[in-house]
């Protein structure tokens, strides 16, 4: 009995430092439209004092812009300096958001227009040499020098992409890179620089649980495997990326949208007025003026009553009250008491 009790303490120990070893940092705007960080209970972490803040990564740093200037800082808060003055980091999609730390690299530019990637202590990792480089996904990345496009790893090894007549490769993803040729077609290139799929289709996404969207000259989406081949048909009007976690994606017929498993199986979801894509187990849907979300049989979960939300992440969800954000959990309930102007999502600090 005493050994018994021994190991439960002991295991008791255990999940308490484990805890500890983790914590969450979410993005927060006040009402003076500065940018800082808090805790999911809505604590300030880092005061708002920022134009412009990325999300941390999980090496516990994160990019911020303070009276214009681009620096980067730990979960204290704390200047990290950095070998480069005067760089800024890449851009995401369609210039939105900065990028922050992936894979323990951050790709940074400076007024040469060059890119290279510096570590975790602000010194250069891989040169500023680069005409275009896209972000890290499985240690993994493109860049570019001239017109010639190379598949890159975290320690800064080259290997070329010889296939000839390639004109675009976006980032990876579990291992596949979309490539666009010159006939204007789409495939995916492998870590290797080798054509994995024939460049044969109109459009493609990224593969999530081992699926990607493909469109076919016709306009029809459907999902391909690793291998290319169709693993559920083209026979829709729109498609959005599958869920990992939920193992569902958002498809479109017409004008209707509703959902399908991996095996095609079909789920409507009929009361609600907006469709959102799952994340997490459960997607946004709108009813009314507000929001709530379903789980993958459609059932809501949490009740529209937001007037506003962001998808869920590590388990924590942005939600708006009349002007104002705060912070939910998977049931529903306040976390963070919506009192700030703006936010983003939960992330993992370990």
Known sequence: MKKRSILLVFSSVLLSLSSLAQSYLIQVKDASGKWGYSNVKGEMVIPAQYEHCDPFGENGLAVVVKDKVTSIINAKGVVVPSEVSGFTVL?????????????????????????????????????????????????????????????????????????????????FSEGFAPVRTADKKYGFVNPKGEIAIASQFNSVGYFFGGLAWAKTADGKAGYINTKGEWAIKPIYAGVGDFDPTSKVARVKEVETWFYIDVAGNKTAVVDTETWGDFSGGLAKGKKGEKFGFYNTKGEWVIAAQFDGVREFKNGYAAAKQGTLWGVIDTKGNWVAKPTFAGIKDAELIK
């Open 91 to 171: 851009k995401a999609a369609f210039g939105f958001n900065v990028k922050g730390y992936e894979n323990g690299l951050l790709a940074i530019t400076t007024p040469s227009k060059k890119f290279g990637f510096l570590d975790g202590t602000g010194k250069i990792a891989i040169p500023l040499k680069y005409d275009l480089v896209t972000e890290f996904n499985g240690g993994k990345k493109k860049k570019k020098i001239g017109t010639n496009y190379f598949i890159l790893d975290t320690k800064g090894t080259e290997t070329a992409v010889t296939t000839a007549g390639v004109l675009e490769i976006k980032h």
